[in-house]
């Protein structure tokens, strides 16, 4: 090759040094780019009887500086940190919702029992009875606003879940298109990189995994295969697969994400699948917070209505007439799954011990070779039985359960969501002031010619249903005991035990003489009476909820204290998860990033190359024409 040949060798490579250093100039500020370098070779020498002789250089690639253990540390921990980051984004709404001083429940809860115990203070008072129904009704109100402020937050979370699963599928097209152009760009490139379209590929990759959590897998042929979860695929080659938002088999109201099969298929896809991200974040955050917050707050709810009912039935209002429930409450409605065979219709109803045995988990009934199975979600704990009435007996979990119609066939399933709808379906049943049931419908007294040192308590009702609750009663005491109404079997006599009958409880203390007499009786005109209005006041403090450890503002408490903790927790972790986004896109960039300067120096050392490989073909170009004129 002639000195000419190579002076135009070194020309051209470094006109490709040029454009290559100009390119990664014009995109210092491009996502997703990764500099590109020159890679050049020396041209075969010619063997001459002096030796070898170089022929000049040739590019042999424009390679991009990549590395993709450093590219997969930045997707993993972007996937951490936007999953955090919207996680965060959601749980603010309920910590700020709840842990408010002036609109949580705490303040309503306080304010209700006051009015109670204004009311023990003055049962007779219209007023009085009034500002409880008052209190009552802002109590209502508070529950019934946080549940409506934590259903709009779950819709929101819904239609977020839409749009993340509509730029998924954006995404995902994308990367299969680009597949398919790099597949032909490589087979029309004679083994060349297309460097460019590798990167766009990239950073479609790295925007995805801001979505959702990916893995990717390189094919022989260039193309990338992309996966969520436990390898569900979204792009295999330059085919993709779509996801669609659907409402839920088992949960209508719950918007999940679905795999399209074709043929207006969907599969539904665990939520266990869908980590990381944005989708991550919002699946997650709905699945471990807002369902557990909603349903907590629902089941202090439903626990005080049930307690304060209990109560109130067992009084007497001021017409005389036996206290009836003074909040109402919606049952639990077991959802059917939408692939049931059957056509079985389950019903379900607060146990006698709900306030006690109701947590805040959800419940799966299902049914199989004649038996049904109920699975508490939150720890998957399961029981059998053989009606639903069993299982649900079996379980105690609070509610009770029916085969009301129809039947089930294998495999059906029902959800229970006993608590979810607490706080939203509370409500005061009464409305007119006389019909609070401040007074116990019985009272005691001793008959004045006892002669013994005993007494009788003011007694409390058990059981209002007792048809002789009302039927005036005697306790005659003789020798070795007492007998009722002066007749029968003559009891044994302990001082402070109970005497239970017709749905009372009274005790007698002290010693009595024989012939001493106690009477119980209905407590006619005993308007002034304020004994069951202290019982109700009581419930204040009672540890009724949680297997009788925790009482309602202590479980409020305990949803505030939980969601606050949750918060801090998610804050930190997005924190330390943002830190190494930082961390490993600053290693990354350090060596795939532009650096400015060390371009300029290139294009420096490129421009002097140019300009010496063209002074060769000046030179080349004298010698050729003093060789043309010696021979002229």
Request: a negative charge; charged letters at 15%; zero cysteines.
């Amino acid at each position: 090759m002639s000195t000419l040949a190579i002076g135009i060798s070194g020309l051209t490579a470094a006109n490709i040094g040029l454009a290559t250093t100009s390119h990664n100039i014009a995109n210092a500020s491009t996502a997703g780019y990764n500099r590109q370098v020159l890679v050049q070779g020396t041209n075969l020498p010619v063997l001459t009887g002096a030796g070898f002789i170089g022929q000049g250089t040739h590019v042999e690639t424009v390679r991009r500086v990549y590395d993709q253990f450093l590219s997969r540390q930045v997707l993993s921990a972007q996937a951490g940190a936007s999953e955090m980051d919207r996680y965060l984004s959601q749980i603010r709404q309920i910590d700020n919702l709840l842990a408010d001083a002036s609109s949580g429940v705490s303040p309503a809860l306080s304010a209700f029992f006051a009015g109670v115990q204004d009311v023990a203070a003055y049962p007779t008072s219209i007023p009085a009875r009034q500002a409880m129904l008052s209190a009552s009704e802002s109590l209502v109100a508070r529950f019934q606003a946080l549940d409506q402020r934590l259903t709009e937050i779950r819709d929101g979370v819904n239609s977020q879940v839409m749009s993340e699963v509509t730029l998924i599928n954006s995404y995902s097209g994308q990367i299969a298109e680009l597949n398919q152009a790099i597949l032909v760009s490589r087979a029309g490139g004679l083994g060349q990189e297309p460097n460019d379209l590798l990167d766009q590929r990239d950073q479609l990759i790295a925007e995805l995994n801001k979505s959702v959590r990916v893995s990717t897998v390189e094919q022989s042929d260039g193309s990338i295969n992309v996966f969520i979860g436990n390898g569900q695929p979204l792009v295999v080659g330059n085919q993709r697969y779509t996801l669609k938002a659907v409402a839920a088999a088992e949960d209508p109201q719950r918007i999940v994400v679905g795999m399209d099969t074709g043929g207006g298929n969907v599969n539904e896809l665990p939520e266990s699948q869908i980590v990381g991200g944005t989708l991550g974040g919002l699946v997650a955050f709905r699945r471990d917070s807002l369902d557990n917050a909603q349903n907590a707050l629902g089941r202090v709810a439903i626990a005080l209505a049930q307690n304060v009912n209990e109560q109130h039935r067992l009084g007497m209002d001021l017409t005389g007439a036996l206290g009836g429930d003074y909040f109402s409450v919606a049952a639990p409605v077991p959802v059917p799954n939408d692939d049931n065979a059957g056509n079985a219709v389950i019903d379900a109803s607060f146990s006698a011990t709900a306030s006690s045995d109701l947590t805040t988990s959800d419940y799966r009934l299902s049914y199989s070779a004649g038996v049904y199975t109920l699975t508490r979600l939150s720890d998957n704990t399961s029981w059998i039985g053989g009606s639903a009435a069993a299982v649900a007996t079996i379980a105690a979990q609070g509610f009770d359960l029916t085969l009301n119609a129809g039947a089930p066939v294998d495999g059906d399933s029902f959800l229970i969501q006993p608590t979810r709808t607490g706080a939203q379906s509370i409500a005061v049943a009464i409305s007119d002031p006389r019909a609070i049931a401040a007074a116990a419908p019985i009272r005691t007294s001793a008959a004045l010619a006892n002669t013994g040192t005993g007494s009788i308590s003011a007694g409390v009702v058990m059981d209002a249903t007792d048809p002789a609750l009302l039927t005036s009663t005697t306790i005659n005491f003789v020798a070795g005991g007492y007998q009722i109404n002066g007749a029968g079997p003559v009891l044994p006599y302990t001082s402070g035990s109970n005497i239970d009958l017709n749905g009372w409880r009274v005790v007698v203390s002290g010693s009595p003489a024989a012939g001493d007499v106690f009477t119980i009786q209905q407590n006619s005109a005993g308007v002034a009476d304020n004994r069951n209005a202290m019982l109700l006041a009581a419930l204040q403090t009672a540890s009724t909820m949680a297997g009788g450890t925790a009482g309602y503002q202590s479980a409020y408490s305990q949803i505030v204290s939980d969601v606050g903790n949750k918060t801090r927790q998610v804050e930190t972790i997005g924190q330390a998860e943002t830190n190494l986004v930082t961390q490993a896109t600053a290693e990354r960039e350090q060596l795939s990033g532009v650096n400015l300067d060390e371009e300029a120096a290139n294009l420096l050392r490129y421009q002097q190359a140019y300009q010496a490989s063209a002074k060769v073909i000046q030179i080349a170009g004298k010698v050729f024409d003093e060789l043309l004129s010696m021979f002229g």
